[in-house]
């Protein structure tokens, strides 16, 4: 199995700034071999789940409108992490923050397939 963990989550005032960090780890025997999108997507009470950034290989970032030039997306593929860089927080942007990532794993190579992972959730409260 492989999980995503989350963290980095809390409230700020407008104009703050938060880190939200995601992990992958290898539990079990399972392992992983590649990665290739990952992305962070958020959700605001009684609204639908929306991409906020998502990182391709080989491919331009991707950002809402919403959020570009104050959002900054980073990835490790070494240790199948992606963070997001949150600047000039406005209370619009409160939700949970969800991160994905399109792991390619199996418990050997010759097994492996590429799946979709999500993580927990982490939320963000922007108030005065």
């Not at 703050?16 to 290739?36: K, P, Q």
């Amino acid at each position: 199995q492989i999980e995503l963990v989350e963290s980095g989550g809390g409230s700020v005032l407008p104009g703050g700034s938060l880190r939200l960090s995601c992990v992958a780890s290898e539990l079990a025997s399972e392992r992983i071999f590649n990665v290739n999108n990952m992305a962070w997507y958020r959700q605001a009470p009684g609204k639908e789940r929306e991409l906020v950034a998502e990182s391709i290989k080989r491919r331009p970032i991707y950002y809402s409108d919403s959020v570009k030039g104050r959002f900054t997306i980073s990835r490790d593929d070494v240790r199948y992490g992606v963070h997001l860089q949150m600047n000039n927080l406005k209370p619009e942007d409160t939700g949970t923050y969800y991160c994905k990532q399109s792991l390619l794993k199996g418990y050997t190579y010759d097994d492996s397939d590429w799946f979709d992972h999500w993580g927990q959730g982490t939320q963000v409260t922007v108030s005065p």
